[in-house]
């Protein structure tokens, strides 16, 4: 039952019978990352390879364990020390301390071929 109520909450479905294949019914990687993740809230372990070997209910639940133990995930109060990075970040004096901006400059003694650079930063943004 958690399993099919974690399928139908991630894939959008109205029902879920436990033959039904979890990417039949549009699962993918991530929203099986998004199911061990819920499983894992609600005290359940399950292996990402077996997700994928064994797509239906009636096959994966034999592969589905209780959580021997589980971090507290309540919220966190009080002061923490600032990392080396924060404390670098926090010490600059910029005009407009919302936002860094991080420069790169390309040197390359042969030049570049102008289109190639521009057409692949140009697929990169």
């Known amino acids: 039952q958690t399993l099919a109520s974690i399928w139908q909450g991630v894939l959008g479905a109205k029902s879920v019978g436990i033959l039904d ?8 990687s991530i929203k099986a990352i998004q199911v061990s993740s819920r499983l894992l809230q609600a005290g359940y372990k399950l292996d990402m390879k077996d997700l994928f070997q064994y797509p239906s209910i009636s096959l ?3 592969h589905v364990h209780n ?3 589980t971090a507290d995930q309540g919220e966190v109060s009080g ?4 990392t080396p990075i924060q404390q670098w970040f926090f010490g600059l004096s910029s ?3 919302h936002y ?13 071929d102008l289109d190639a650079l521009h057409h692949t930063v140009t697929k990169l943004t």
């Open 79 to 82: 002061s923490v020390e600032l």
């Open 95 to 97: 005009a407009e301390p």
């Open 60 to 62: 994966l639940s034999g």
């Open 21 to 28: 294949n979890f990417f039949d019914l549009g699962g993918d």
């Open 100 to 112: 860094f901006n991080q420069s790169v400059m390309l040197h390359r003694a042969e030049g570049f």
């Open 67 to 69: 959580v021997s133990r």
